[in-house]
């Protein structure tokens, strides 16, 4: 009698007894105990032993940044033109229209735009499998907030009718100044030295692209911000352009690479988000109107800082009262100087915001700051530094400071 893929009774039981130590194939246990040691010595001695941890450790360092308003790295451990040549080089692209280029906040300067990505997929069907896909679609990829994409213009020139029949206040302007990475080949589509966080969580991509052969996705750009932020807020619907596949870990720990937004959600710990400028409240929107933290926040406190130059530039203006009925407590905090003073610090302003408010970072976090998860994105590196370093010394986990790469 058989058992299993051709394994006989007596072979079975002969690997049982050489297993178990019973039997004539039994080994003794010194020998035993032996052979699994040298095994592991010569697996700690092999290369795999340090490269996992080393990649892990440099997965860990380079995982995290944050970028200013100008589309400069800013960052704090990684390279931001480093991760630009690596998404030109290694990174699928996807043929992506734009379907709508709306206004954000009051002046109409922060810009929202709708991009369908091609996202066609073959599903298999027969009687024992039933409209199962083939493969993975491009926004499979996207499953936190905080990842990002990249962007390559296409080769032509934008035509004028793509950006043109547009007021100055809410429509698109009717110039694209050009805009390209340094040292693309001959031919090739230049690439955005910018990349862009996703602006729209997870779960409404999905939603908006059910049944569709594209992705739904959004992306938030700024007319006066670096120039591809500026090429990208004059596209007009109708325009072409291409996105690399989703990258990114989302909002993520500098010092360990298993803690996440996700493991603060299940850790049910408060939430403090603070965000800077259009790079920094885009990534941030996506984590607010994400549904695993709208649910967490009918239970535990989430508190957005949100640091704008002005009340008529901030973005999302609209949705502040949604997000505060979903449990969100919103703080917009306006740079602009009153009287014609000039604008304080960034650093100032958030030090001032955020520890130095009614009870301090305690009043701030809703609770004991040991037990809390901190969202940063958009600060210039020295500003995100030093505010890692105050909330450590007010007793938040240096592992609880999460980062977006680049933001």
């Not at 035509?159 to 050009?178: L, N, R, Y």
């Not at 901190?374 to 450590?392: D, F, I, M, Q, Y």
Request: glycine letters at 12%; charged letters at 20%.
């Amino acid at each position: 009698m058989s058992y299993g893929k051709g394994l006989s009774a007596s072979s079975s039981q002969g690997l049982v007894s050489e297993t178990h130590g019973h039997g004539p194939c039994a080994l003794a246990p010194g020998i035993h105990r032996e052979r699994v040691f040298k095994k592991f010595a010569s697996f700690r001695r092999s290369d795999r032993f340090p490269t996992c941890w080393a990649k892990r450790s440099k997965t860990a360092r380079t995982s995290a940044s944050a970028g200013n308003e100008n589309g400069a790295p800013g960052s704090l451990t990684g390279e931001l033109n480093t991760a630009v040549q690596d998404a030109k080089e290694h990174r699928k692209w996807a043929r992506a229209i734009v379907v709508e280029n709306k206004a954000e906040s009051a002046d109409g300067q922060m810009r929202t735009l709708v991009l369908s990505v091609e996202d066609h997929v073959n599903y298999l069907d027969g009687r024992k499998m039933r409209r199962r896909q083939e493969g993975p679609r491009w926004v499979d990829a996207y499953k936190v907030p905080g990842q990002f994409v990249g962007i390559r213009y296409p080769p032509d020139p934008i035509s004028d009718s793509a950006a043109a029949s547009c007021d100055a206040g809410d429509g698109p302007s009717t110039s694209a100044p050009a805009a390209g990475s340094d040292g693309d080949p001959p031919g090739d589509p230049p690439t955005a030295r910018t990349l862009f966080a996703i602006s729209s969580s997870p779960y409404s991509a999905r939603r908006d692209s059910a049944n569709l052969d594209a992705s739904i996705i959004e992306l938030l750009v700024h007319r006066d911000g670096c120039e591809d932020n500026r090429r990208l807020a004059c596209l007009g619907p109708g325009s072409l352009i291409e996105v690399s596949e989703v990258m990114g870990r989302g909002f993520a720990s500098l010092f360990n690479s298993y803690v996440g937004l996700l493991s603060g959600l299940e850790d049910a710990r408060n939430l403090l988000l603070i965000g800077a400028g259009c790079r920094g409240i885009a990534p941030l929107r996506a984590a607010i109107e994400w549904t695993p933290v709208q649910a967490h926040s009918t239970a535990r406190r989430v508190t957005l800082f949100y640091f704008a130059p002005s009340a008529l530039s901030a973005a999302y203006l609209k949705d502040w009262d949604s997000w505060r009925d979903a449990g969100v407590q919103v703080h917009p905090i306006y740079l602009e100087g009153s009287n014609g003073s000039p604008a304080p610090d960034i650093w100032e302003a958030v030090r001032g915001a955020v520890l130095g408010g009614p009870g301090g970072l305690m009043g701030s976090v809703g609770g004991d700051p040991r037990d809390c998860t901190v969202l940063v994105a958009g600060l210039p590196g020295e500003a995100a530094a030093a505010l890692s370093r105050a909330l450590t010394s007010e007793g938040v986990a240096g592992e609880r400071v999460l980062f977006c790469d680049f933001f």
